[in-house]
C-alpha cells in the first residue's frame, strides 16, 4: 500500500481507516418449517475487517460465499440486521456520526453487468450528470464534470458525451460505470466483479486504468473476483470468505505464498496453469459447502477438509494472528495453539 498523502476530506487522520465494519450480519428469511419456525439464509455471518485509505482490499470465495451481499451491506444498499460501520472515524447511520446520504456521496459502486448498470435511456452524459445534479451540483459543473471523467477513463467526450450505452463494446460500458462512480467524488469504491466479463486485453486495460485512478484520486477499493491472478494483481491485501464468513485475511502476497486455511490452499491450488506438465489431476476441493440455511456448528468447512478433528464440529474458529505475521489471520484450529487440534502445536 502506498503512503498516504494529505487529503482534505480526511477528518480521522492518516492513521485511521477509512472503513471498519463490526460484526455485520445480514440474514435473509426463508420458508416456514411445519412447526411454523421460520428459517434463515445465513449471507453474511458476523463479518468484521478494515480498510487503510489508498488501500485496496480483494475479496475472493466460491460463488454463494457471501462476497456480493457483503459488497451492498458495506454500502448500505442493503440494510445490515446487525453490525456497525465506521467512516473515517464516525459511525455510518447514527445521530451523531455520518449520515447514511452523506456516506453514500463517498462509497459508491461498480456493478459487474456494466450494460444492464446503465440506463438505456440516457446519453452517456447524461449518466454522468444524473448524480452530482441530484445531489445540488449545479447542471454545467456537472456537464464540464462528467466530460472530465470521460476523458480520464479514456473515452473522448466530443465522440462518446452523446453516446447510448448499446452504442459502446463492454469494455467502454464499463470504463463508463467507473466514471460514474468518480462523479461524485468519493474515497471509497466497491467492485463486484468489474472486469469477469471482458475478454483479457481489455480487462488489462481496465486493470491499468483503476490504478492510475486509484493514485490520482485518493481511492480506496474494494475488489470482489472470482480471478485470484487479477486479485493479487491489484490488491495490497486480501480477504478470503467461505459460507458468510471470514477464514483468512492478510497481505497479498503473504496469503497467496503462505496460505495457512485449507479452504484457501484448495482455492490457490485450484487455478489452471498453461504449463502442461503442472495439469490438474484431481480436484483440489471436493464435495459441497453446507446449506447457508442451517450452517453447522463449528468450523463450516470441516466436512470438506482433510484435516478435520473433533474440535472442528463443536467450536467455532476465530480469526488468529500469530506474533510472527504482519496482519495475517487465519480462522483455523490448526493455528490456534490453544484450540485442542493435533497440528495446533506446530502451527
Known amino acids: 500500500m502506498e503512503s498516504v498523502a494529505l487529503d482534505p476530506r480526511d477528518r480521522g487522520g492518516k492513521v485511521q481507516p477509512l472503513l471498519i465494519a463490526r460484526s455485520l450480519k445480514k440474514y435473509f428469511p426463508m420458508g416456514r418449517s411445519l412447526l411454523g419456525k421460520r428459517s434463515y439464509l445465513h449471507a453474511v455471518d458476523d463479518v468484521s475487517f478494515s480498510i487503510g485509505k489508498r488501500e485496496t482490499l480483494g475479496v475472493v470465495g466460491e460463488s454463494g460465499c457471501g462476497k456480493s451481499t457483503l459488497a451492498r451491506v458495506l454500502l448500505d444498499l442493503m440494510r445490515r440486521d446487525a453490525g456497525e460501520l465506521i467512516f473515517d472515524g464516525e459511525a455510518v447511520g447514527t445521530f451523531d456520526g455520518i449520515s447514511r446520504s452523506e456516506f453514500r456521496k463517498s462509497a459508491q459502486m461498480v ?46 467526450p466530443r465522440r462518446y458525451a452523446a453516446a447510448y450505452p448499446h452504442e459502446l463494446s463492454g469494455g ?10 468518480l462523479s461524485l467524488d468519493p474515497r471509497l469504491v466497491v467492485m463486484d466483479e468489474p472486469v469477469s466479463a471482458l ?21 480506496t477499493y474494494v475488489f470482489i473476483s472470482h480471478d ?22 492478510g497481505p497479498v502476497d503473504a496469503v497467496f505464498n503462505r496460505p495457512k486455511h485449507p479452504y484457501t490452499l484448495g482455492l ?30 463449528g468450523c463450516r468447512f470441516a466436512s470438506r477438509c482433510a484435516f478435520t478433528e473433533g474440535v472442528c464440529h463443536v ?21 490456534d495453539i490453544g484450540s485442542g487440534h493435533s497440528k495446533a502445536a506446530q502451527a
Open 111 to 156: 456493478f459487474q453487468d456494466s450494460y444492464a448498470s446503465l440506463n438505456p435511456r440516457l446519453t452517456l452524459e447524461e449518466t454522468l450528470t444524473f448524480g452530482p445534479v441530484y445531489h445540488g451540483v449545479k447542471r454545467a459543473e456537472a456537464v464540464t464534470r462528467a466530460n472530465d471523467l470521460l476523458h480520464m477513463v479514456g473515452l473522448e
Open 172 to 181: 467502454q460500458r464499463q470504463r463508463v460505470n467507473i466514471a460514474r462512480a
Open 199 to 219: 475478454d483479457k486485453s481489455v480487462e488489462a486495460q481496465v486493470l491499468n486504468l483503476l490504478i492510475e485512478l486509484r493514485q490520482r484520486m485518493s481511492l
Open 228 to 249: 485470484l491472478n487479477v486479485v493479487r494483481f491489484l490488491s495490497d491485501r486480501v480477504m478470503v470468505m467461505y459460507l458468510g464468513k471470514i477464514v483468512e485475511i
Open 268 to 297: 490457490l491450488a485450484s487455478r489452471l496453469s498453461t504449463d502442461p506438465d503442472r495439469r490438474i489431476d484431481s480436484a483440489p476441493l471436493s464435495g459441497d459447502p453446507p446449506s447457508p440455511i442451517n450452517p453447522p456448528l
Open 315 to 335: 467450536r467455532t474458529p476465530v480469526l488468529t494472528q500469530q506474533a510472527s505475521d504482519d496482519g495475517h489471520s487465519t480462522a483455523c484450529h490448526m493455528v
